[in-house]
T-cell receptor
Framework: KAGVTQTPRYLIKTRGQQVTLSCSPISGHRSVSWYQQTPGQGLQFLFEYFSETQRNKGNFPGRFSGRQFSNSRSEMNVSTLELGDSALYLC???????????FGPGTRLTVT | GESVGLHLPTLSVQEGDNSIINCAYSNSASDYFIWYKQESGKGPQFIIDIRSNMDKRQGQRVTVLLNKTVKHLSLQIAATQPGDSAVYFCAETDNNNDMRFGAGTRLTVKP
C-alpha cells in the first residue's frame, strides 16, 4: 500500500504571497490532518478533515485554511505569508481520527 | 492551558541497553495516546498507541506504559539499536479531537 504523499517537498515563497500544499492519503483513509512543525513550537495541529468536512481545528489564524476532496485528497492554503510561517508542514492520514496516523514526508516551506 | 510535555529533551544510551522515554500530560480527559519516532528529514512514524482503558501495551521491542493517576506516559525500548536514534514524540487526544504533541526527546544510541 502506498504511503502518504505530499507535494511539493520544498517551497520558497516571499512575504505576502500565498501557497497551496497538497496531500494524498493512504488509500481507504478518510481522515486527513495537517500539522506545522517548527524548532521553536514543535508539532502543532492545524486542522483535520473527514469526508470533505473540517471536523477539528487548531489554534491558527484564518490565513490557514484547507479542504478535502471526494477522493480524500487534501490541500491546505496559507495566504499572506509571514516569515514565521516557515516550517515543515506535515500531513497525516488515518481511517478515522483517534486511530494511528500515518505521516507523509512533509513540505518544507521557507518564507523570505 | 492543557499541554503535553516531556521530562528530558535528550537521552543518550549504550547500544544494547534499554531506553525509557517519559512524557507528562495535563488533560485528564485524554483518552488516546501515541508514540511517534521521527528521523531526520522524515515525517513522524507511528510506533505504538494506547487507549485510556489500558495501562500497558507491548509491541516489538517497545512497551508503552500509561499511568492515568499521575498523567504520565512512557515508552520503553528494549535492546536499543543505532537505528533507534531519532526524536520521539508523545501525542494525546481527547473527545475534542485536538491532537497535541510533546516537545520531543532526542534519543542517541552510542555504539
Amino acid at each position: 500500500k502506498a504511503g502518504v504523499t505530499q507535494t511539493p517537498r520544498y517551497l520558497i515563497k516571499t512575504r505576502g504571497q500565498q501557497v497551496t500544499l497538497s496531500c494524498s492519503p493512504i488509500s481507504g483513509h478518510r481522515s486527513v490532518s495537517w500539522y506545522q512543525q517548527t524548532p521553536g513550537q514543535g508539532l502543532q495541529f492545524l486542522f483535520e478533515y473527514f469526508s470533505e468536512t473540517q471536523r477539528n481545528k487548531g489554534n491558527f489564524p484564518g490565513r490557514f485554511s484547507g479542504r478535502q476532496f471526494s477522493n480524500s485528497r487534501s490541500e491546505m492554503n496559507v495566504s499572506t505569508l509571514e516569515l514565521g510561517d516557515s516550517a515543515l508542514y506535515l500531513c497525516a492520514s488515518s481511517p478515522d481520527y483517534a486511530y494511528e496516523q500515518y505521516f507523509g514526508p512533509g513540505t518544507r516551506l521557507t518564507v523570505t | 492551558g492543557e499541554s503535553v510535555g516531556l521530562h528530558l529533551p535528550t537521552l543518550s544510551v549504550q547500544e544494547g541497553d534499554n531506553s525509557i522515554i517519559n512524557c507528562a500530560y495535563s488533560n485528564s480527559a485524554s483518552d488516546y495516546f501515541i508514540w511517534y519516532k521521527q528521523e531526520s528529514g522524515k515525517g513522524p512514524q507511528f510506533i505504538i498507541d494506547i487507549r485510556s482503558n489500558m495501562d500497558k501495551r507491548q509491541g516489538q521491542r517497545v512497551t508503552v506504559l500509561l499511568n492515568k493517576t499521575v498523567k504520565h506516559l512512557s515508552l520503553q525500548i528494549a535492546a536499543t539499536q543505532p537505528g533507534d536514534s531519532a526524536v520521539y514524540f508523545c501525542a494525546e487526544t481527547d473527545n475534542n479531537n485536538d491532537m497535541r504533541f510533546g516537545a520531543g526527546t532526542r534519543l542517541t544510541v552510542k555504539p
